[in-house]
């Protein structure tokens, strides 16, 4: 079956332009989480879904960073005035709860340049 | 705060030997535990997890160990094949639904 997909793969941009980067999620998965990956680094948590909306946004690194998901299934981080540090691997997962376990199927994530 | 540390960044393993990667955790209140592959332009792909009420899982050719005692967290590969050359993160879940991840070991297999 289809996993977690995102768009763009790549995304160049200028420091201090507008990006939206685009989650789809595993059909089904109520749980939706955005990872961002420096290189060289592991996944660090931004904000995770549980249904439509934001259970937890606490990695979110400051208020140019927003994400959505209005219907439950697609989101949306939308990053504004970008800045060369935001450049990254933005990662996405979702995941269907069952007994407390929480399996976090990862997309392949968008390649986000800032120059 | 709470981190989940790696040993050691690079690991070099004959083909068809196994391989051990080491994970160190400081956050004794995490419950559960998950190694993740990830190769290159590609996202981390789950490999095997393992809850705190547990010291030892097996899956296919792979092992993880828990050690509660001294907070470490092992993953073991038999018979290593070239398909194994990736890096390797692992990750703990408090409860809170966020994963935390480690910086990651890259292990290369010599053919």
């Known amino acids: 079956g289809a996993g977690v997909s995102q768009t763009p793969s790549n995304k160049v941009t200028e420091k201090g332009k507008y990006v939206e980067l685009r989650c789809d999620p595993i059909?089904?998965?109520?749980?939706l989480y955005w990872y961002r990956q420096s290189l060289g680094q592991g996944p660090e948590f931004l904000i995770y879904?549980?249904?439509?909306?934001?259970?937890?946004d606490s990695g979110l690194p400051n208020d140019r960073f927003f994400a959505v998901r209005p219907e439950g299934s697609v989101s949306t981080l939308k990053i504004q005035r970008t800045e060369r540090g935001d450049s990254a691997v933005y990662l996405c997962?979702?995941?269907?709860?069952?007994?407390?376990?929480?399996?976090?199927?990862f997309g392949p994530g968008t390649r986000l340049t800032v120059l | 705060g709470e981190s989940v540390g790696l040993h050691l960044p690079t690991l070099s393993v004959q083909e068809g030997d196994n391989s051990i990667i080491n994970c160190a955790y400081s956050?004794?209140?995490?419950?559960?535990f998950i190694w993740y592959k990830q190769e290159s332009g590609k996202g981390p792909q789950f490999i095997i997890d393992?809850?705190?009420?547990?010291d030892k899982r097996q899956g296919q050719r792979v092992t993880v160990l828990l050690n509660k005692t001294v907070k470490h967290l092992s993953l073991q590969i038999a018979a290593t094949q070239p398909g194994d050359s990736a890096v390797y993160f692992c990750?703990?879940?408090?409860?809170?639904?966020?994963?935390?991840f480690g910086t990651g070991t890259r292990l290369t297999i010599i053919p």
């Open positions: 997962a979702s995941s269907f709860h069952r007994g407390g376990i929480n399996e976090q199927f």
């Open positions: 059909s089904g998965h109520t749980a």
């Open positions: 879904f549980q249904g439509t909306g934001a259970a937890d």
């Open positions: 956050n004794s209140a995490s419950d559960y």
């Open positions: 393992i809850r705190s009420n547990m």
């Open positions: 990750a703990e879940n408090s409860g809170n639904e966020k994963l935390t």
